[in-house]
């Protein structure tokens, strides 16, 4: 058999040489096509995590979003007081949340049901948020305490034509915002908000353990406002009430 000339090997060797190169190439690319899959599949996951983030916090603000009662939480460990939907408990709450009502139109206050401090817990009603709870007084002193009524968070604003019933202990106080002209209370109105953002604010002294003092929240859009106009159509509220202790006795 006859020799291969000196030239003949150097060209079979270069592309050997070459064919090794381009597996190494093909290797490397192969090797940057599946790092570069698994991380965009990473920032993919991460995206919907994000995003099931984001829709869950929405969920839950609409969910529990309309109003909130809450006690201070150093008031209930030390001092007893406690939240409850009926007058009898067999825990220590410090947090309530009302059922939310979905796409409420306007509705005239004297529509609202004569009994509706009468039922605990979430009642809603076509186009009314209500709600009843009980704060007790399960400690071993006496105090008093404030509580605070408040908007949250508002669009659109539909502040401008809500109401807000505040029924304490049958006693019943109505709260709307000041007339947009400036001039007073609306006139179904017994009070006016005491700010943009605070509804009302009141201090109960001599509560002693074992008193309960009942509520019940009622929320609506009063038709008969002048601000009641198509342009707050869409708009969201949010309320919240704090209660804390401001002496003991």
Known sequence: MAKKDKKTVDQERGEKLRDVATLRRTAKEVKKHVL????ISLLVVILIGIISIAYAVAYFY???GSFTVRVNKYDMVNQGLSLSETPTYDHTISVLQADIQYDMTNISGSDLPDNIDMVNGSHNGNNFIAYTFYLINSGDDTVSYESQLYIENVSKNVDEAVRVAVY??????????TKSNGQGKESDCDQEFLSSTLVMR???EG??????DKYTIVIWLEGNDP???????GGTIKFGMDFSIVETT
Do not use: H, Q
């Open 36 to 39: 570069l899959t698994r991380v």
């Open 62 to 64: 609409d969910k529990f």
């Open 168 to 177: 304490k202990n049958g006693e019943r106080t109505i709260y709307g915002k």
């Open 202 to 204: 009141e201090k109960k």
């Open 207 to 212: 509560f002693e353990p074992g008193d309960k």
């Open 227 to 233: 601000d009641c106009i198509d342009a707050i159509i």
